[in-house]
């Protein structure tokens, strides 16, 4: 059931990150999902879903190097290590971490668009870095939201501990 | 001992700078997610408006219904009218059919190409990778339309003359990938239309900067004017002669004198932002290829 939730939640947003790209914005949508993932179910099932995620995004966009799956999953990990060290109660534990995630997502665009000799195109760089941080954050605590009812009715491991409980990865129930 | 509590004339400033401070914050997280909002819902407007002014067009199918709600006499006169509207369109497509024998006469006369040797199909832009996103796409046309690698992309100005988009680099059975004029790997050869010199766009150390294209290995002359049209020369495979690249820039400090080449930049006549639909020139006869 936790793998079918992560492939599932996983393609769709997919296909929305796609739909984001050919407006030519690069949100990285999946990643918060695969955050989502790696705390509530376990680190396997983020890396499983930032990887496959990125793997299917670099394939897709045929681009030369698979930057998006390894970048991707570093990311996740270090998302996951943070949101693990700190509180996670709602609503400061998803918004956090989804600002920490967009902040990242931001970055690593930036440098993988320095490195690979590209131009940026987008809207203003700064604009862009304060809506990914802000929309990163929001998106990240909508998500959790859901998921979190979801998981509830389903009896899955959540995001966010109902206790004052500082748990590791994959505790969330 | 007495507690100290700050009075009321002295929190007001306190308040006073982080109210400022918050409103401050909220402004510029206003403003930028009102810019990428702006930047994104452009884009998708762009798209999303084609298909809805393409319905509003009137189609036959209207006008087939409608005949079958008339009576038998009506229909006959209707018939009568669409014979004469026939006749005299046959004639009209008689009298295009002896201008175009005459124009390829000329053309041969004179010795122009043009695009003789090429058919135009069309394509959609199926997938655009955000972070290079002038710098190539995917389109849904591929091996089982007849795509080629290297035939050339191209847009269609208000005016009906061809622009160049770029080229085809892989080809799939369904979809192709093109990389863009703006790509730093692609490099053809453009001709200046004012002196009839030969240069290559991305040649060059200097990388595109993506708004201009790094146009070089020129003969040394002094008269490459700003604005003069540049288009292609036809040498590459699958690419016809003169196709609007784009125009010199020559304005900006990057124009300098090698030993023996000139180098300065072009503007792509393409605007890659509202591209939604491309045309492929694919080679349909051993005189195209060469």
Known sequence: ?173 | MKKFTPRKSDRTPRIAIITAAAVLVLLTVVTSVFNVVHYAWGRFADGFFYPYLLAVQPSDRLSDTTLLMQDKSSLAIRLEKLANINRSLALQSQAAAGLMEENRQLRNLLKLTGYRGFKFITAEILLRDPLRFREGFTIGKGSRDGVVPGAAVVEVNSAGSLLLVGVVSEVGARSSKVVTVVNNSLRISGRVSSNKEIGFTNSGEKSSSGERIVFGMLPVRGDYIHGNMVSTTGFEFGIPEGIKIGELYTNGNFNFYDQEDYFCELIPAVRFESLRFVGIALPETPEAIR
Request: proline share 4%; with cysteine.
């Open chain 1, 1 to 173: 059931m936790k793998l079918f939730m992560t492939l599932t939640v996983t393609g769709i947003l997919i296909w929305l990150e796609l739909f984001a790209g050919n407006l030519g914005l690069p949100l990285g949508l999946p990643l918060y999902a695969a955050l989502y993932f790696a705390v509530a179910n376990g680190m396997v099932y983020g890396m499983v879903s930032a990887g496959s995620a990125g793997l299917l995004l670099d394939l897709l966009y045929a681009r030369e190097y698979l930057a998006g799956a390894l970048t991707g999953t570093a990311v996740v990990a270090l998302c996951a290590a943070y949101a693990c060290r700190s509180s996670r109660k709602m609503p400061y534990a998803p918004l956090t971490c989804g600002m920490l995630c967009g902040l990242l997502i931001c970055l690593v665009n930036w440098l993988w668009i320095f490195f690979s000799g590209g131009v940026y195109y987008g809207p203003n760089p700064l604009c862009m870095l304060i809506f990914q941080i802000v929309g990163g954050g929001i998106f990240m605590l909508l998500f959790t939201l859901t998921a979190d009812a979801v998981n509830f009715r389903s009896d899955l491991p959540r995001f966010c501990l109902r206790d004052n409980r500082s748990g590791g990865v994959g505790d969330g129930r």
